[in-house]
């Protein structure tokens, strides 16, 4: 496999896990995420974002988050988000010490 297949076949790998993750299961918290995997759509946002900085595009944290979530992310969680629960504050909390 040459690099550009590659490249193209990992984009799509990631377009796909982004329509999972915003499409199919928007009910799955990022908190839940974050306590499971180590990671979430704004961790996802966030290495979006870095990896356009990098590459000399100027883009903030809500910018890229606005790429990743297809919105501002206050509407998401207006539309998505829903109160942690202590059982998943408390796991954040040790996983994150």
């Given at each position: ?38 990671f979430c759509r704004n961790c996802l946002s966030r290495w ?35 109160e942690a629960s202590p059982d998943a504050q408390e796991a954040f909390k040790?996983?994150?010490?």
């Amino acid at each position: 496999m040459n690099d550009q297949t590659r490249t193209e076949i990992e984009a799509a790998a990631f377009r796909r896990l982004r329509k999972h993750l915003l499409e199919d299961r928007p009910d799955v918290q990022n908190i839940d995420m974050m306590n499971l995997t180590g990671f979430c759509r704004n961790c996802l946002s966030r290495w979006y974002q870095e990896a356009a900085n990098e590459r000399g595009i100027d883009m903030s944290k809500e910018d890229g988050r606005e790429v990743f979530y297809g919105m501002p992310f206050a509407e998401w969680k207006a539309q998505h988000q829903t109160e942690a629960s202590p059982d998943a504050q408390e796991a954040f909390k040790k996983s994150h010490d």
